[in-house]
């Protein structure tokens, strides 16, 4: 199925992919409120399967409540919807997008009397930041937009709102001719790219910023603290300056879209020779590895459907 096609579960039924609208003055249209999640679903030797299901439903359900959103499916339900979405169209490998939105009835800021409309769309979608990009690497540059103090936007939760901040970001970086952008917090340190999270590798150890430093806090984030004690590569969280990243022996980002992906140039500074490093593959061939069934699902982290 290509974008544009197919079916959407729409508040508990499925609908064409052209007939899931909703009115031109919902809530979620002018003020930006909404929540959402992205997952994959991959093709191995053994079927098709959903990367950490589990872990998504739970933030969504976790951005609702930072939100104040009564979602009126259970977890239950939505992760059933999610497995269906993609069996009702026919898809093998997918990206897949479940999101929670105001919808129409009272105009204005306070969006407690309206409507709380839910939907999941699947469509296929290949490497986010372009082809070949998890071997050849990407250029990013620093962007001049800041992400958000942490008593201004709630960045662990995954809100439309929120990423009006991130395509100032993605936008600057694309016009500039590089392929992404890497935002600072508002205290000058690293925070991560517009969507997605950044690590950096210095002598054999690897660093990511906290949560503390106006963070999304990525599930596969996660999945690299693990894959990395896996493999007995330290990973420690420290607030970043700038200047450590043109430092660093590799970079490379993390997330669902991009999964993980090597940094190889940042403001113009060639990381490790402008190459993917060592320890970035190692830990893709695990990544990889499992969402392959070539090594063993510890974790628990595939929904085979």
């Keep these: 199925m290509t974008f544009g096609k197919g079916e959407i579960w729409y508040d508990g039924k499925f609908v064409k992919w052209s007939e899931a609208t909703t009115h031109i003055l919902s809530h979620v249209v002018h003020y930006g409120s909404s929540i959402f999640e992205s997952m994959r679903c991959y093709k191995n ?33 939505f992760t059933k919807a999610v497995i269906e979405t993609v069996q009702k169209n026919n898809l093998k490998e997918c990206y897949v997008r479940p999101f929670v939105f105001r919808g129409y009835g009272n105009m204005g800021l ?11 769309a699947a469509w296929e979608w290949g490497e986010y930041l372009g082809e070949g990009v998890r071997e050849k690497g990407v250029s990013v540059r620093v962007s001049s937009w800041r992400r958000p103090a942490p008593d201004t936007f709630p960045a662990l939760a995954k809100a439309g709102g929120n990423y009006l901040n991130s395509q100032l970001i993605k ?18 340190y690293v925070s991560e790219g517009s969507g997605e999270n950044i690590f950096m590798v210095k002598n054999g150890v690897i660093y990511t910023p906290p949560t503390s430093a106006s963070i999304l806090a990525g599930i596969t984030r996660h999945s690299i603290f693990v894959i990395a004690r896996n493999l007995n590569i330290r990973v420690e969280q420290h607030l970043i300056p700038r200047e450590a990243l043109y430092l660093a022996d590799e970079v490379f980002f993390t997330g669902t879209a991009v999964e993980i992906t090597p940094v190889v140039k940042i403001d113009n500074i060639p990381i490790n020779k402008g ?11 695990e990544f990889f590895g499992i969402i392959e069934g070539k090594i063993t699902d510890s974790q628990q982290w595939l929904t085979y459907l």
């Design 45 to 77: 030797d053994k079927g098709t399967v959903i990367f950490r299901l589990k872990a998504h439903i739970n933030r969504l359900y976790e951005s609702a409540k930072i939100y104040r959103i009564e979602i009126p499916f259970s977890k239950e339900t």
């Design 110 to 120: 306070n969006p407690l009397k309206n409507p709380v409309c839910c939907a999941i």
């Design 171 to 188: 936008m600057e970086a694309v016009q500039d001719g590089f392929d992404e952008g890497i935002a600072l917090d508002a205290h000058g």
């Design 275 to 285: 190459k993917r490093g060592i320890t970035t593959k190692k830990l893709q061939d």
